[in-house]
């Protein structure tokens, strides 16, 4: 019997048809996945957290999550231009500071958050020569 397949050690193995029915569940929700925001975003954008900076890679870029600029879980531009990778801690920061705003004089009102200021790629044109002609 192959692991993953059986009900458990008291019920009976799956059949041939219920097991094709499982693996088709899970290559359907597979797919969908893939074609979420998530995957579209790791996609389009580099594995940088968009605050801290850090980089993430392999089996650590399941701690890179997709922050929505404008907070809105609806709106997801093929371009990527809602869309922020933030690490797990910096995300929880995010909606923090945001559910804080107004409190004992935090969150930030008049301006982006802080999270779209830092740009990890912003002093890369300083540090490549110019072509020689």
């Not at 979420?36 to 650590?60: D, Q």
């Amino acid at each position: 019997m192959e692991p993953g397949f059986s009900r458990g050690p008291s019920k009976k193995p799956l059949t041939d048809a219920e097991r094709a029915r499982i693996l088709a569940d899970l290559r359907r929700e597979t797919a969908q996945r893939a074609a979420g925001y998530r995957e579209r975003a790791l996609k389009l954008l580099p594995h940088v957290c968009a605050s801290c900076g850090r980089e993430f890679k392999g089996t650590r870029l399941k701690e890179l999550t997709v922050h929505h600029k404008d907070h809105n879980h609806d709106n997801n531009p093929p371009d990527g231009s809602n869309w922020e990778l933030l690490c797990l801690y910096c995300h929880d920061h995010e909606h923090e500071k945001n559910s804080m705003a107004g409190f004992g004089g935090g969150g930030t009102q008049g301006g982006p958050a802080p999270s779209t200021l830092f740009n990890p790629f912003g002093q890369l044109d300083g540090l490549i020569p110019p072509a020689q002609d």
